[in-house]
């Protein structure tokens, strides 16, 4: 019922641009906050940077200064612009929806949504 979707991963060079974008559709009433995180192969998930519905924002200590997140509430959209990307940046990127409110034929339910991942490469 709910879908949470990102884009814009790829293949660029040190020092290189992206900017991820995210969406989540649905009957969607409300969605707390949303966030990045990224999986490293043989790492753990980590937070990248979240964003509260009121603008609030939080960042990890190796993205602040290069990484700005940025939201549309009323598109339910999340933004990631990644700049000054380093090889260390490569990971498949997770965008969360964070106590999403939705309504399903039996009424209204809060839960966690995560998207299926973009893969963002940062090689020479």
Not at 22 to 33: K, L
Not at 60 to 82: C, G
């Amino acid at each position: 019922q709910v879908q949470v979707v990102e884009s814009g991963g790829g293949l660029v060079q040190p020092g290189g641009s992206l900017r991820l974008s995210c969406a989540a559709s649905g009957s969607i009433f409300s969605i707390n906050a949303m966030g990045w995180y990224r999986q490293a192969p043989g790492k753990q998930r980590e937070l990248v940077a979240s964003i509260t519905r009121g603008g609030s924002t939080n960042y990890a200590d190796f993205v602040k200064e290069r990484f700005t997140i940025s939201r549309d509430n009323a598109k339910n959209t999340v933004y990631l612009q990644m700049n000054s990307l380093k090889p260390e940046d490569t990971a498949v990127y997770y965008c969360n929806a964070d106590r999403v409110t939705y309504r399903s034929t039996f009424g209204f339910y809060t839960r966690d949504y995560w998207g299926q991942g973009t893969q963002v490469t940062v090689s020479s």
